[in-house]
């Protein structure tokens, strides 16, 4: 298989929630960086995302909102496939009728269990799930919603524009137990960690997320150019220190005769003594002092 150098996707929808067209389209648009729609009617394709879709059939699982979500897969030219139980009603039809392939149409005795599998046997997955935009979800969904958090699969909300649904969502269902820690070698516990999902960002998502972190790395740097001065200053300072505290070279002189003759002495920070300068330039910066030759 051909890379495609775009992220792949897969998406699986579910709930009976009425969901508007519109709000799917711009929803979905938005977060997969689909192009502007052309003059009839379908979106540009996404330059970052590659998506499978999942869309579930049956007579108590397919919606006007599944519907909008297949319309939405049709006008982006979206290949789905279809998990149908070999039930019906008024919306069944058009997404049987619209795949590419008649084995896009997979029968399934339980849309919901087959939706999980196949999301679990991805690597970057999405269940959306439908609710009535004010956070209900019908038991069935919810129930979903339940296995596919257990399954490690992230769960959206696409009728609150993609609000992640987690377990404060589901008040009547019980999350996983928290792993038991794990005894280390040297005794101490630690817990066992669990892999966490991919997490799909919008092109707008990621630019806030890339200036957050280039305003970190620019106080970083402005904190560490600050520290560096600081310390060449208190450096300086303390080489001055040290010359003050350094030995005085003892020099017999007569009571009131001035010295007539002085030689150039340099600090030596290493050694913490006053050292001739010798022949050349002294070394820059180096504390110097005339004294009694």
């Known amino acids: 298989m051909v890379s495609t150098g775009k992220r792949a996707v897969t998406l699986g ?10 709000l799917v389209c711009d929803t979905l648009n938005s977060h997969f960086n689909f192009g502007s729609m052309d003059a009839d009617g379908y979106f540009g394709p996404s330059a970052e995302y590659d998506l499978t879709v999942y869309l579930p059939a049956g007579e108590t699982v397919t919606s006007s909102g599944t519907h909008a979500a297949c319309e939405w897969a049709i006008r982006c030219e979206l290949a789905y496939q279809v998990l149908w139980d070999q039930t019906g009603n008024q919306y069944t039809p058009d997404l049987l ?4 392939q008649p084995e896009d149409v ?10 999980i599998e ?3 046997a991805q690597d970057n997955t999405m269940l959306l799930v439908l609710g009535n935009g004010e956070g209900q979800l019908d038991d069935p969904t919810a129930e979903a919603a339940a296995e596919a958090l257990r399954a490690e699969i992230p769960v959206y909300d696409l009728s609150r524009a993609l609000l992640e649904v987690t377990w404060c969502h589901l008040p009547d269902h019980e999350p996983p137990q928290t792993p038991a820690p794990d005894s280390e070698d040297d005794g101490e516990l630690a817990l066992v960690p669990a892999d966490a999902p991919d997490v799909t960002l919008s092109a707008s998502e990621a630019t806030i997320v890339t200036a957050a972190f280039s305003k970190a790395e620019q106080l970083l740097d402005l904190i560490g150019t600050d520290v560096m001065t600081r310390i060449e ?7 001055h220190g040290r010359s003050l505290l350094a030995p005085k070279p003892e020099t017999a002189v007569e009571d009131g005769d001035e010295p007539k003759k002085t030689k150039l002495e340099i600090f030596n ?7 001739a300068a010798g022949r050349g330039r002294p070394p820059k910066n180096a504390q110097k002092r005339r004294v009694p030759a």
């Open 97 to 100: 009728g619209s795949t590419d």
């Open 233 to 239: 200053t208190v450096r300086e300072s303390l080489i």
């Open 269 to 275: 920070p290493t050694t913490g003594q006053w050292e």
């Open 13 to 22: 929808f579910l709930g009976t929630g009425d969901v508007a067209p519109e």
């Open 106 to 115: 997979i029968s399934v005795e339980d849309v919901t269990t087959a939706m």
């Open 118 to 120: 196949r999301l679990s």
